[in-house]
C-alpha cells in the first residue's frame, strides 16, 4: 500500500491482467489493464476483447447480478506493482464483487441455478449473450448466494429474435443445464431420472456451436495458448469434491433486488 492505494492483481497473461485498485477508502473496482504483450498485435486483440465487455456491460447497467461499469480517473491511473502502468485507453473499470467463484463456493442456495437462469434470462431480454458460461470461474456466489456474472470479454450484443442471439442465447442456457445437473448429481450418486431441470434442459448444441468446436475452437486454442501463450486452466471443482452444502432457498427469483 502506497498513500492510501493498494493495487492486487488478479490476473495476468499475455493480453493484459486484471487487478484490484482501491484508494483512499473508497469501495474497491476491478481493473482490467488491456496492454497486451510482447507479441505483435497482442495489444491490439485486448482492447478489441475490453471493447466488447465495455458494450455489454453498457447495455447491461440496469440489472442485478452482473458488474457495473465505474467511471474513476484516480482508479484508472492508480499505480500498478506490474508493468507498463496504465493508460486510459487501455482501462476498465467495473464495480468489485464480493464473492467466490462457483468452483470455489462452499455453499450454495437450493434455488441457486433457479436464480443463474433467471439472471441468463435478464441479459438475453436485453440482447446481451455472455458466451462463456462453460467456465465456472465466470460464475460468483455473493454472499447471500446469489449468482452474479463476470468476464464480458466475449459478450455479444444483438437485436433480440434475430437467429444469432437465439443460437447464442441457448448455448448460454445449455451451458447453466450442464453446470446444474453437474452440482446436483454429486458423485454421481444421484440418478440422472432424479436430476432437477432448468430452461436448458433438453436444449441440444446449437449449429453455430458445432461449427466453434470443430473449425473455430482449435483455431482459437492455437492462437491464444500456442503463439500468445495465454492458459487460464479453465478451472473447475474436481468431481471427487468437495460439494458445496445445500441451503435454504432465496426465493422467488423475482423478489432479487436491482
Not at 117 to 139: M, P, S, W, Y
Amino acid at each position: 500500500m502506497n498513500g492510501g492505494q493498494a493495487t492486487l492483481i488478479l490476473k495476468e497473461d499475455a493480453l493484459g491482467r486484471v487487478e484490484r485498485v482501491a484508494v483512499d477508502g473508497r469501495p474497491a473496482c476491478a481493473r482490467r489493464v488491456a496492454c497486451g504483450g510482447r507479441i505483435l498485435g497482442s495489444g491490439v486483440v485486448a482492447r478489441l476483447l475490453m471493447a466488447r465487455e465495455r458494450r455489454a456491460l453498457r447495455a447491461l447497467a440496469a440489472v442485478a447480478g452482473v458488474p457495473k461499469l465505474v467511471d474513476d480517473a484516480s482508479l484508472a491511473g492508480a499505480p500498478s506493482p506490474a508493468r507498463p502502468l496504465p493508460r486510459a485507453r487501455d482501462v476498465l473499470l467495473r464495480s468489485w464483487i464480493d464473492g467466490e467463484p462457483l468452483h470455489r463456493a462452499e455453499s450454495l442456495p437450493e434455488d441457486f441455478f433457479d436464480h443463474l437462469d433467471a439472471l441468463v434470462l435478464r441479459l438475453h431480454e436485453r440482447g446481451v449473450c455472455h458466451n462463456d458460461l462453460h467456465k465456472e470461474q465466470n460464475i460468483l456466489v455473493d454472499r447471500a448466494g446469489y449468482p452474479w456474472l463476470v468476464d464480458f470479454q466475449l459478450a455479444s450484443c444483438h437485436a433480440p429474435g434475430t437467429r444469432l442471439w437465439s443460437s447464442r442465447a441457448r448455448e448460454d442456457l445449455r451451458h447453466v443445464e450442464k453446470h446444474r445437473r453437474r452440482y446436483a448429481r454429486r458423485d454421481a450418486l444421484v440418478p440422472r431420472s432424479a436430476l432437477p431441470r432448468g430452461l436448458g434442459h433438453g436444449l441440444q448444441r446449437s449449429l453455430l456451436a458445432w461449427l466453434w468446436r470443430r473449425g473455430g475452437k482449435p483455431v482459437y486454442e492455437f492462437v491464444t495458448r500456442r503463439i500468445l501463450r495465454t492458459r487460464d486452466g479453465e478451472p473447475r471443482r474436481a468431481t471427487s469434491g468437495p460439494w458445496p452444502t445445500w441451503t435454504p432457498p432465496l426465493g422467488p427469483t423475482s423478489a432479487r433486488a436491482t
